[in-house]
C-alpha cells in the first residue's frame, strides 16, 4: 500500500493515538521512519489494557504493523513489551517468524517505560534531543490500541467509534469494557458492577499522569482507564493542592537531596531537565541563573518526581507544570538546538521499580485482572467531542434532527491537523455545536 492511501484511510478513519494527546497517527506515518516501535509497555500501574488487546489480537496486530512498516519502509519493525507480560510474549511469539524484519523487545518492569523517549532509548539505543521528535532518530511509535484501529479501519473500512477502557480499583468487578466514544464516564464505571465506597472520585488516566474527572464527562479517543478512588486517597489529595502553598511548602522543608533529579527519567537520558534546581530557584525566588526554569519545557510530567522520589512529599512535577504553562502563555519557547548529554552508567540504578511505586502509592491492593468484555457498552445517549486529538477540531456535517448510523462521518477533518469524527451509536441528532455533536440512540 502507498504512504498516501493509507494516510488517507487512517485520517479518514478519525485513527489518533489511543492515549496521552491523542496524535492523529496519519502524520506519524513518515518515508523517514527507519524504526517502528509498538509500544506494549504500558506505562501507569493498573493498566493492562493494551497487553490484554495484544493477546487477543495478536496476528491481526502483527500483521498491520509489518504492513505499516513496508508502507515507509522501516528496516525493521519492533515490539516492546514487558517481560512479565508472559501470555502476550508467548502469543507474539507463535506469529513472530512470519514477519521477517520484526523482533520483540522484553522490557523491565519499571516506570515510566512507556514514554516514548524512554522506551526508544531502551529499544533502539537511540535518544531524542530535547524536545525533539521521535521522528530525527528515525523511528515512530504506535501504541497498540492505535494499531488496532489501523487493522479494523484497513481490513473492514471501520472508523473508530469506540474505546477500550480498564475500570479498576474501589469497584466489586474490575473490567476493562469497551464503550462507544461519547458515552459518559459514570456509565462507564457502572460495568464494573457496585462502586466499593462513599463519594468515590473518577480518576481518569493513570495514576501518575491521570487528572480528576466528573462523572457526566464523555470518553474520547484517549480515555485508557477510570480509577475509582476514595476522596482521602493520597493521589487524589496531592492532586487537589495549591501552588502557592507548594512553594511555601518547598522554601519550609525541602532537605536538598536532589532525589528528584537523580531519578527523573529525561534528566538520565542526559536532558537538561533538573527538578531540584529548579525547586531551589522557585520556592527561593532565586531567578539569577534562568536555566532551571526555561528548561522545565522539556519535562515529561511523568510524575516520578513527586509521586515516588520526594521524601518530604512535595510537588516538583506540579510546579514544573505551572511554569511550562507560564512560559507557554509569555510566547516563551523552549531552548532550541539543546543537544543531551551522554547517558551515564548509573542511569541503569535509577530506574523506578513499579511493585515498588504501585506501593508507594497506596495501590497494591488495587492489583487484580480486569478482563476485556468485547460486548459494546448500550446507551441512550452520546456526546461526542469534535476535539479528541492535537490538532484542529473537526467541523460538523449534521445537522439537529437528522438521522444517523453508527460509523456515520459526522464531523469532517477541520483545515491542518486534524481527523474525522464518526457517530458512535444509531440515532438522531439532538444538538450541533462547535464543540459537540449530540446523538439520542435510537430505542430511546
Known amino acids: 500500500m502507498e504512504i498516501r492511501e493509507l494516510q488517507k484511510i487512517i485520517q479518514e478513519g478519525g485513527v ?55 508502507t515507509v519502509g522501516a528496516k525493521e519493525a519492533v515490539i516492546g513489551i514487558k517481560k512479565s507480560y508472559t501470555r502476550t510474549v508467548q502469543a507474539l511469539s507463535t506469529y513472530i517468524g512470519e514477519f521477517p524484519g520484526m523482533r520483540i523487545h522484553l522490557l523491565d ?9 524512554v522506551l526508544i532509548y531502551e529499544a533502539t539505543g537511540r535518544v531524542v534531543r530535547p524536545g525533539g521528535l521521535p521522528i530525527e532518530q528515525g523511528v515512530a511509535v504506535f501504541n497498540v490500541e492505535t494499531v488496532y484501529n489501523i487493522y479494523r479501519a484497513v481490513s473492514a473500512g471501520q472508523p473508530v467509534t469506540d474505546k477500550y477502557v480498564s ?22 464505571v457502572a460495568a464494573a458492577g ?15 499522569m491521570g487528572r480528576i474527572g466528573s462523572p457526566f464527562e464523555p470518553v474520547t479517543k484517549t480515555t485508557n482507564a477510570i480509577l475509582v478512588l476514595p476522596s482521602d486517597h493520597p493521589i487524589v489529595v496531592k492532586k487537589n493542592r495549591t501552588p502557592s502553598i507548594d512553594l511555601k511548602r518547598a522554601a519550609s522543608i525541602c532537605c536538598q537531596c536532589n532525589t528528584c533529579t537523580d531519578l527523573c527519567p529525561r534528566h538520565n537520558l542526559g536532558h537538561p531537565i533538573d527538578p531540584a534546581r529548579f525547586m531551589r530557584a522557585a520556592s527561593n ?22 509521586m515516588f522520589s520526594c521524601p518530604q512529599g512535595l510537588a516538583p ?71 479528541q486529538h492535537i490538532g484542529a477540531p473537526a467541523e460538523p456535517v449534521v445537522k439537529v434532527g437528522e438521522t444517523v448510523t453508527k ?38
Open 109 to 117: 518492569e519499571v516506570y515510566p517505560m512507556g514514554d516514548e523517549v
Open 16 to 70: 489518533v493515538g489511543a492515549g496521552g494527546a491523542g496524535f492523529p497517527t496519519y502524520a506519524k506515518l513518515n518515508e523517514n521512519a527507519r524504526t517502528i516501535l509498538l509500544n506494549c509497555a504500558e506505562c501507569e500501574p493498573l493498566l493492562t489494557l493494551h497487553q490484554q488487546l495484544l493477546e487477543r489480537h495478536a496476528y491481526d496486530i502483527m500483521k498491520t504493523f509489518f504492513m505499516m512498516a513496508g
Open 194 to 208: 457496585s462502586v466499593t465506597v462513599k463519594d468515590p472520585v473518577y480518576f481518569v488516566g493513570g495514576p501518575m
Open 317 to 387: 512535577r506540579s510546579l514544573l507544570a505551572d511554569m511550562k504553562a507560564g512560559l507557554r502563555k509569555a510566547g516563551v519557547r523552549p531552548p532550541a538546538d539543546v543537544q543531551p548529554k551522554a547517558v551515564g552508567p548509573e542511569r541503569a540504578f535509577r530506574k523506578v521499580p513499579e511493585d515498588r511505586l504501585m506501593a508507594r502509592l497506596g495501590l497494591t491492593k488495587y492489583d487484580r485482572p480486569a478482563p476485556i468484555d468485547e460486548a459494546i457498552l448500550p446507551v441512550d445517549q452520546v456526546r461526542i467531542p469534535l476535539s
Open 167 to 188: 475500570v479498576v480499583a474501589e469497584v466489586s468487578r474490575p473490567v476493562t469494557v469497551k464503550v462507544p466514544l461519547g458515552c459518559t464516564l459514570e456509565e462507564t
Open 407 to 444: 460509523g456515520q462521518l459526522i464531523a469532517q477533518p477541520g483545515k491542518g491537523l486534524s481527523v474525522g469524527i464518526h457517530a458512535s451509536i444509531d440515532g438522531t441528532v439532538t444538538e450541533v455545536t462547535d464543540r459537540f455533536v449530540t446523538i439520542m440512540g435510537r430505542n430511546t
Open 285 to 306: 525566588q532565586d531567578f539569577r541563573d534562568l536555566n532551571p526554569c526555561l528548561n522545565a519545557a522539556f519535562c515529561s510530567s511523568c510524575g516520578v518526581c513527586e
